[in-house]
């Protein structure tokens, strides 16, 4: 399985970006894809992810009513950041689990500036 991500950036405070993770291989499903992130002296932690039926997310509290997290049918998972914030600042990891094994994608800087 490779997970290819792409989408960030540098945006001002109140911005948005868009991250997409294109997954390929021998992916089984059912299965979870999503995004972590983690900043400079922090831990990688959870920001959003969605199952493969698309019927389930989950969201960190600091990012819900901002991030909004997708899929298509084709294993592609994207992430739309709203209102953005220095807080938001990290590299950004994309991730697929199928229940058994985790994959990740090669990190993606988000950069917010105030």
């Known amino acids: 399985v490779q997970l290819q991500a792409s989408g960030g950036g540098l945006v001002q405070t109140g911005g948005s970006l868009r991250l997409s993770c294109a997954g390929s291989?021998?992916?089984?499903?059912?299965?979870?894809m999503g995004w972590y992130r983690q900043a400079p002296g922090s831990q990688r932690e959870l920001v959003a992810r969605?199952?493969?039926?698309?019927?389930?997310t989950n969201y960190a509290d600091s990012v819900k009513g901002r991030f909004t997290i997708s899929r298509d049918n084709a294993n592609t998972v994207y992430l739309q950041m709203n209102s953005l914030s220095p807080e938001d600042t990290a590299v950004y990891y994309c991730?697929?689990?199928?229940?058994?094994?985790?994959?990740w994608g090669q990190g993606t800087q988000v950069t917010v500036s105030s």
């Open positions: 991730n697929l689990n199928d229940y058994a094994n985790d994959w």
């Open positions: 291989g021998s992916i089984r499903a059912p299965n979870r």
């Open positions: 969605i199952t493969s039926s698309g019927k389930t």
